[in-house]
């Protein structure tokens, strides 16, 4: 009688059993993992791509000049300093979406 063959197959088979335990346990947490990081990609480029719409949007409404007009400058104490607001709107934006995606589960 060959017992080499019969123990070779219990072994095979506890060795299958514990590889198929570890990819249940594993799978899922890193199916879950890269779904996050798409998800957070997706937002990085959405949040970029719409603060930059917004900053384009804002410059040719003419923003920037309305709120230089309205004496945005004077308030600041600064009549050398370009403050854009077009750009902060763009900044803002891109960080409200940013926040959104990395808080989204």
């Known amino acids: 009688m060959n017992y ?3 123990t070779n197959h219990f072994y095979l088979a506890a060795l299958q059993d514990q590889v198929g335990q ?3 346990a594993v799978f899922p947490s890193l199916s879950s993992f ?3 990081v798409v998800i957070l990609i ?3 480029i959405l949040a970029s791509w719409l603060g930059g ?3 384009s949007f804002t410059i040719r409404i ?3 000049e309305l ?4 004496g945005v ?6 009549k050398d300093a370009k403050f854009l607001i077009s750009s902060l709107l763009g900044w803002a934006v891109k960080w409200f979406i940013l926040l959104f995606f990395i808080t989204w589960q």
């Open 4 to 6: 080499h063959i019969l």
């Open 22 to 24: 570890v990819t249940q």
């Open 34 to 36: 890269v779904s996050a």
């Open 42 to 44: 997706v937002g990085i």
């Open 53 to 55: 719409i917004v900053r």
């Open 62 to 64: 003419g923003f920037d």
């Open 67 to 70: 709120f230089e007009r309205a």
């Open 73 to 78: 400058k004077k308030l600041l104490g600064r």
